[in-house]
C-alpha cells in the first residue's frame, strides 16, 4: 500500500469506529493520527507532541494519551515495550513482524524473516485468536560489538 492509502484506510477506520460509538469526529483524534502516522518508525509520546507542536496543535498530554490508547485499541497503532523505553509504531501497512534490539545502545531495526510465516501458522496458541504477532531478537549490534572489541583490543595492549 502507497503511504496516502494507509493513511486512508486508517482515517476510515477510525470514522467507523466514532460514528458506531456516536463519539465526536474532532479534529485533534485526526490531526494525532495523521502525525502519528507520518513519524516514520518507533516513535515516543514526547516526539509525537514535539511534531504536533510543529504543526500548531498543541494537544493536552492526557488526550494524547487517550487517544493513543483508542488507536491502539483500534489496531492502528502498536505500542512497543523495549528495555529503552515505550515506543509507538503505525502498524497498519506492517502486519507481524520482526525486530532486532541491541541490548547495549537500545537501537532497533526490522529484519524480515520469511520462514517466521509458516512457524506461526504452525503455532498452536492457548485459548486464544492470535492475529499478528511481533519477533524480538535481542543481541549486539554491529557497531556495538566494533566497539566493544576495540575497547578490549585496547585493554590487553
Ligand atoms: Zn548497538
Known amino acids: 500500500?502507497?503511504?496516502?492509502?494507509?493513511?486512508?484506510?486508517?482515517?476510515?477506520?477510525?470514522?467507523?469506529?466514532?460514528?458506531?460509538?456516536?463519539?465526536?469526529?474532532?479534529?485533534?483524534?485526526?490531526?494525532?493520527?495523521?502525525?502519528?502516522?507520518?513519524?516514520?518508525?518507533?516513535?515516543?509520546?514526547?516526539?509525537?507532541?514535539?511534531?504536533?507542536?510543529?504543526?500548531?496543535?498543541?494537544?493536552?498530554?492526557?488526550?494524547?494519551?487517550?487517544?493513543?490508547?483508542?488507536?491502539?485499541?483500534?489496531?492502528?497503532?502498536?505500542?512497543?515495550?523495549?528495555?529503552?523505553?515505550?515506543?509507538?509504531?503505525?502498524?497498519?501497512a506492517t502486519s507481524s513482524h520482526c525486530h532486532q534490539v541491541c541490548t547495549v545502545c537500545g537501537s532497533i531495526s526490522d529484519i524480515d524473516i520469511p520462514e517466521m510465516v509458516n512457524v506461526m501458522r504452525g503455532v498452536k496458541l492457548k485459548r486464544f485468536r492470535g492475529e499478528q504477532y511481533t519477533l524480538y531478537v535481542y543481541g549486539v549490534c554491529s557497531s556495538c560489538a566494533y566497539r566493544i572489541r576495540k575497547a578490549q583490543a585496547a585493554r590487553n595492549q
Open 1 to 92: 500500500m502507497m503511504q496516502n492509502d494507509v493513511m486512508t484506510v486508517a482515517k476510515g477506520v477510525l470514522t467507523s469506529y466514532l460514528e458506531r460509538n456516536g463519539c465526536r469526529k474532532t479534529p485533534e483524534r485526526y490531526a494525532i493520527l495523521e502525525a502519528a502516522y507520518g513519524m516514520g518508525s518507533y516513535f515516543t509520546l514526547e516526539s509525537l507532541s514535539d511534531k504536533l507542536a510543529e504543526s500548531h496543535f498543541n494537544v493536552s498530554r492526557a488526550t494524547l494519551y487517550n487517544t493513543m490508547r483508542l488507536f491502539i485499541e483500534l489496531r492502528l497503532i502498536i505500542r512497543h515495550r523495549f528495555q529503552t523505553g515505550t515506543r509507538y509504531e503505525a502498524c497498519l
